[in-house]
């Protein structure tokens, strides 16, 4: 089992950044690849970006490329989502996930922890 606990959200106006972390504990976090996905009101829940175990092969969805940057501290158990030029369509609730999986993979079914989800919220 892992467990996930996300922080760093809140709400901020469009163009700002928010770094969002997710502190993972119980099996070792190292073994794992590393997602972020979003649901904003209304819709599915959508891949986002994901890393590797090693801090390499990450993988971003379109809308965030060049935006968005995740990265993780095996050290702290810690992987990070920083968000710069937030946009209102950021707005959702953000959960972190962990996968076994060797390949980058935007499929929430590859994705067997979960976090509790945390809210960004972006204003005009």
């Known amino acids: 089992q892992v467990q996930l606990v996300e922080s760093g959200g809140g709400l901020v106006q469009a163009g700002g950044s928010l770094t969002l972390s997710c502190a993972a504990s119980g099996r070792t976090f190292s073994g794992y690849r590393m997602g972020w996905f979003r649901q904003a009101p209304g819709k599915e829940r959508e891949f986002v970006a994901t890393?590797?175990?090693?801090?390499?092969?990450?993988y971003y969805v379109d809308s965030v490329k060049g935006r968005f940057t995740i990265s993780r501290d095996n050290a702290k158990n810690t992987v990070y989502l920083q968000m710069n030029s937030l946009k209102l369509e950021d707005t959702a609730v953000y959960y972190c996930?962990?996968?076994?999986?060797?390949?980058?993979?935007?499929?929430?079914?590859?994705?067997?922890?979960w976090g509790q989800g945390i809210q960004v919220t972006v204003s005009s």
């Open positions: 890393i590797r175990w090693d801090g390499t092969n990450t």
């Open positions: 996930a962990a996968s076994h999986s060797l390949v980058a993979t935007m499929k929430l079914t590859e994705y067997d922890y």
